[in-house]
Nanobody, 130 residues
Framework: HLQLVESGGGLVQPGESLTLSCVAP????????VAWFRQAPPEERLGISC????????YIADSVKGRFTIARDNAQGTVTLRMNNLQLEDSAIYFC???????????????????????WGKGILVTVSS
């Protein structure tokens, strides 16, 4: 059973940046596409970015396009979400998830509500506040 751990969250001011990381301690993310989701209760959890197994294909939701970037380093076993110019509405719990979905599914909203994601982290809090 793959366990995912997120790190890098915290409290920042509007306009600042954070980089979230997702790792699978003692295991590897290489066989999986990996996605980042976020949830600000009472809203539903929705996907914001996904990356395929070799890192060559990505999907970025319109809500964060131009500000957030997803990347992976399979040698290091990490998937990162670089978040620039954070805004108040970016405050949420951020989750990483992994699943065996194909490249076509990665670049479409197929996974955006969690379809195809078999493994989940516990989430990490990002708070943007002035």
């Amino acid at each position: 059973h793959l366990q995912l751990v997120e790190s890098g969250g915290g409290l920042v001011q509007p306009g600042e940046s954070l980089t979230l990381s997702c790792v699978a301690p003692g295991d590897t993310l290489a066989p999986f596409a990996v996605a980042w989701f976020r949830q600000a209760p009472p809203e539903e959890r929705l996907g914001i970015s996904c990356i395929n197994k070799n890192g060559e294909k990505t999907y970025i939701a319109d809500s964060v396009k131009g500000r957030f970037t997803i990347a992976r380093d399979n040698a290091q076993g990490t998937v990162t979400l670089r978040m620039n110019n954070l805004q108040l509405e970016d405050s949420a719990i951020y989750f990483c998830a992994a699943g065996d979905i194909d490249d076509f599914q990665v670049v479409t909203p197929f996974w955006i509500r969690g379809h195809g994601m078999d493994y989940w982290g516990k989430g990490i809090l990002v708070t943007v506040s002035s």
